[in-house]
Every structure is written in structure tokens, then in C-alpha cells.
């Protein structure tokens, strides 16, 4: 399996996007978020994704040149067009009218539209926090029908609907960030495990007969991931797909109305608008302290916060490189010298 520097990835990923008709600031964004999460070992939303996007230039679902814009502003809420172009850049600029809109108002909401793919929602909730501001984000989306059933079901019928939140922590901290799919794994785990010729966990998908399988290769069959935590999980992904889908001027992944994209939705929260500062970051320390510092259970090491494990990671593969799939590579390399 290749091994590849941060830069060297970068700079690929951002050929790749200009060979797709990116322009060099377009590319760049895209290049430097898919990368990012390929540091923190969410790889399932890095360079692998690349492909996915090529596919859908190719169809003519992404516009590679298309610059966001805000549609509309209204006291606290804004609207972002993703004019059908990459993802990231309109979340970016989904974060850059929050921001100031909170800080006006002590709440922002802002929603987008016409957009593919955003990638990994913590970079977004993170940016806020950086801030000093509350940020929290959900996105919806997936192919007709969905990507997961509901609890106690075979059928496809939500997208896998992640939700992120994060907060301002001091500055000897890591980002506190959580970041994850209401499905039981994010779907592009699933390339993932192809690529790399493993199975699946147990509890995440069905096959087309609704059997508990880990063979990756039964989701393009037919099959259907999981909510996670049963019932909870099911009810967050059914409020996630209402709420931000239909806000974002989109529609449920099982509805007649459906159209491809990944409409997203991002609250910004000034802390002073509703507490001291001083007392938020005292309050946050003294229980993030409490919660690394508490006794581990039976057979467990330590107890982490979220974003220890992806710090540590990205340590190592700025240390050591970013492992690529072979056959991603493979796929990656042709993109670039345009052989496919």
C-alpha cells in the first residue's frame, strides 16, 4: 500500500480537481479538505472521494467552476447556493456568513442549497469553534431511495445524515469536535472496505434480504446500512432528513421530489450572548478534565475525549504518511494523467 506525504497527496488531489475544470482556488480548497480528513484517518471522506466526484462531472451533476453565493439574507438566517459546484467551498462560505451573524445576533442560521458533496462536517463545526463561537451542523442526502433503513427495517429509506457539533477549548487543547454518521458507519466506509479487501463490522448492514451480513460488497446489491443505536439513532436520522433536506430546498431521499445533492445546515452560537466567556471555558475545562481523568473501565486503557484518537492520527501520518489503498491509488494516478 503506498504511503504518501500530506503535501504530495495534496498536490495530486488539487491536479486531479483542475484536470475535472477546478480553478486553482476551487481546487485548492477541495484539495486541502479531502486531504485533512485523510489526516485524521477519516478516510472514507478524503482522497478517495475524488472518484465520486469525477463521475459525477463527468454526468454532468457538478459544475467543477461554480462559485457559491449567498442567495439571501434574512435577520439571522442566511441561504448559500451551491450553485452545483464542489461542496467545501460552499460550506466555507456557509461558515463565513454564520460567523458574523452571530456575532451580531448571538444565534446564526444558514442553510445550503444546490450542492454536491461537503465533505467532512467537523472541519466546518471546528472553524466556528476556532472562533470562539458554538458550532453545530447536520447534512442530509443520498441516492434515491436512501442508504439506510429505518430501525426495525430492510428498506432503504434515509441518507446516512451525519450531525456535528464543536466548541471552543483552550488553546493547549486538541479541537473538541464530534462528527459522526446517524448510520452505524459512514457510506464511504464501504468503498473503503473494497478497496481494501475487508469485511465490514458486525450490526451495519443488511444484505438485499434483510440478513445481517459484514460483505461489503452486498450494499451495491441491494442491501442497506443500519441506524446507529437502534431506535435513537433511527429517530435523529428521520428529524436530520426532514429538517435540513427540506430547509435546504431539497426533499427526503425516498421522496418523489428527490434530487442528487447534500444540503446542509449550520447554527453558529455566540457564547457571549448568552454566558461570560470566562465561566464557558472554565466550566468546559474543568468537565473535559474530569472526563479524561476519570477511572477506565475493565480492559480499557484510558478515557479519551473526542478528537484524542484523531489528534494521535494525524500525528502519526504527518510523521509517517498517509496510507492510500493500492487500488485507489491506481485510480487516483489515472485521474491525474487523465487516462480515465
Known amino acids: 500500500m503506498p504511503v504518501v506525504s500530506a503535501n504530495e497527496l495534496e498536490r495530486l488531489a488539487a491536479a486531479i480537481l483542475h484536470r475535472l475544470g477546478a480553478p486553482g482556488d476551487i481546487a485548492g480548497i477541495v484539495a486541502e479538505s479531502l486531504v485533512e480528513a485523510n489526516l485524521l484517518?477519516?478516510?472514507?471522506?478524503?482522497?478517495?472521494?475524488?472518484?465520486?466526484?469525477?463521475?459525477?462531472?463527468?454526468?454532468?451533476?457538478?459544475?467543477?467552476?461554480?462559485?457559491?453565493?449567498?442567495?439571501?439574507?434574512?435577520?439571522?438566517?442566511?441561504?448559500v447556493d451551491g450553485g452545483w459546484g464542489f461542496g467545501h467551498p460552499a460550506a466555507h462560505l456557509a461558515v463565513a456568513t454564520a460567523a458574523p451573524l452571530a456575532a451580531e445576533f448571538g444565534i446564526a442560521a444558514v442553510v445550503v442549497e444546490r450542492v454536491n458533496h461537503v465533505g467532512r462536517l467537523g472541519e466546518y463545526v471546528e472553524a466556528l469553534a476556532a472562533a470562539g463561537q458554538i458550532g453545530i451542523a447536520t447534512a442530509a442526502g443520498a441516492g434515491r431511495g436512501g442508504s439506510v433503513a429505518p430501525f426495525g427495517g430492510r428498506e432503504r429509506i434515509f441518507g446516512t445524515n451525519p450531525i456535528a457539533i464543536a466548541v471552543p477549548v483552550p488553546s493547549h487543547r486538541p479541537p473538541l469536535v464530534i462528527d459522526f454518521a446517524?448510520?452505524?458507519?459512514?457510506?464511504?466506509?464501504?468503498?473503503?472496505?473494497?478497496?481494501?479487501?475487508?469485511?465490514?463490522?458486525?450490526?451495519?448492514?443488511?444484505?438485499?434480504?434483510?440478513?445481517?451480513?459484514?460483505?461489503?460488497?452486498a450494499f451495491a446489491a441491494g442491501g442497506a446500512l443500519l441506524p446507529f443505536g437502534g431506535h435513537k439513532g433511527s429517530g435523529l436520522m428521520l428529524m436530520i432528513e426532514l429538517v435540513t433536506s427540506v430547509l435546504a430546498g431539497f426533499a427526503p431521499a425516498s421522496s418523489t421530489e428527490w434530487q442528487p445533492g447534500n444540503p446542509a445546515l449550520l447554527i453558529a452560537l455566540a457564547v457571549d450572548a448568552f454566558t461570560s466567556r470566562e465561566?464557558?471555558?472554565?466550566?468546559?475545562?474543568?468537565?473535559?478534565?474530569?472526563?479524561?481523568?476519570?477511572?477506565?473501565?475493565?480492559?480499557?486503557?484510558?478515557?479519551?475525549?473526542?478528537?484524542?484518537?484523531?489528534?494521535?492520527?494525524?500525528?502519526?501520518?504527518?510523521?509517517?504518511?498517509?496510507?492510500?489503498?493500492?487500488?485507489?491509488?491506481?485510480?487516483?494516478?489515472a485521474l491525474r494523467d487523465g487516462d480515465r
Open 41 to 79: 484517518g477519516h478516510d472514507s471522506h478524503g482522497v478517495i472521494q475524488l472518484l465520486r466526484y469525477a463521475s459525477k462531472v463527468a454526468e454532468g451533476s457538478l459544475q467543477p467552476a461554480a462559485r457559491a453565493t449567498v442567495r439571501r439574507r434574512q435577520g439571522a438566517t442566511a441561504t
Open 182 to 217: 446517524t448510520a452505524a458507519i459512514a457510506a464511504g466506509k464501504i468503498d473503503i472496505a473494497l478497496a481494501e479487501g475487508k469485511p465490514l463490522p458486525e450490526g451495519v448492514l443488511l444484505d438485499a434480504a434483510g440478513v445481517p451480513t459484514t460483505d461489503p460488497a
Open 279 to 333: 465561566r464557558f471555558a472554565r466550566l468546559t475545562e474543568e468537565l473535559l478534565h474530569r472526563v479524561e481523568s476519570s477511572a477506565p473501565a475493565e480492559g480499557v486503557a484510558e478515557v479519551l475525549l473526542p478528537g484524542a484518537l484523531e489528534a494521535r492520527t494525524r500525528a502519526k501520518r504527518e510523521r509517517e504518511g498517509i496510507p492510500v489503498p493500492e487500488p485507489t491509488w491506481r485510480q487516483l494516478i
